[in-house]
């Protein structure tokens, strides 16, 4: 009988300090997540040295975990895979560090995976059998995270070509920059994804930018700049000086975390939701356009804004309408975790 194959996935990008066991590259046994997002928001933002840190302090202690949780030994790990890119490089580095160590220590081999690659990855991961995907190849991979917003051409877990991606603002950064002029919090996607369900999205037209472009790139800088300048319209509708302002400043010259002061709750869901919608739209009928144009009908989604409601609704109805079959993670393998490091290990190992 073919031995089991355990693999360990080290996951640092970011602000996350994550670490799982995965069998055979599907079959997840552990997922410890530790999240530093409650400790950057007291900065008002991410410190990439902070998170370093904290990496440092945390990832023992999430190691001890995702081995208890998945009941195995150190010494029956047959394989280290960690984070190599893209990230944060201080942050990385640590989980690398670690994950050298380890692999040295035990005398087993080290596998170096790409985040982006994992993310779509995420879509094989399953806790029970019964909840096995039967996703098969070629696919169009929507990759939708904080820092990348990427259609891609996947043929296997380990090759894909790349058809679009942003020019600017990935579709993650968009959420985070506007629930900051918002002063909704941080990570501003979920916040805005949970208050946009009581809002209208048909309250404010916002721009759909390159929607009807021929390529199958992005563009959300110039979204997230229509929603700040509706902000300043509607502050300056309301009083003549904004309470955040000095009296010989324009609100135009406020940064974006400043402007949000006095504005109503109502509004306030009313201008994510709408916003929100656009970002979707956007997102859905490139998605669908791709899939249209390179015959294939398979849609694959990963990255931390795949756990969107409204992206999962809207893009379930358009690949119904066309015939698609479509695929998201699991809610847990969307964001940032190890189980998808360890699991597309598997692939190249
Ligand atoms: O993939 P991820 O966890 O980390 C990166 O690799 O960047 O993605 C984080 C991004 C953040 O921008 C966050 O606001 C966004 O995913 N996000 C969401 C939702 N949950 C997380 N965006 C929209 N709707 C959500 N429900
Ligand atoms: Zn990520």
Redesign the pocket.
Known sequence: MKKDILILGIET??D?TAISVVQNGELVLSNIISSQAKFHEKYGGFVPEVAARKHIETITFVLDEALSEAKVNLEEIDTIAVTKLPGLQPSLVVGIGFAKGLALGLGIPLLEIN?LEA?IYANHLYRKIEDKPDLKYPYVGLL?????SELWLANSPTSHKLIGSTRDD????A??KV?RMLGLGF????I??KMSQDGDEMAINFPRPMIDSPDFDFSFSGLKTAVRNEIIKYNEGKSETHPNARSDQKLSDLKDSEIHKEIDNNWKLDIVASFQEAVIDVLVSKTIRATQDLGLSTIVLG???S???R?REMMGRKAHENGFELYYPNIEF???NGAMIAGLGYWYL
Do not use: K, Q, R, Y
């Not at 990570?187 to 979920?190: V, W």
């Open positions: 990008s970011c996350d985040h993310h939708v995270s904080g820092g990348h990935s579709s993650g950064e959420f985070d629930a990570p501003g996607g979920p805005i994804d990255g931390g804004v756990a969107n409601s992206l969307c964001f940032d």
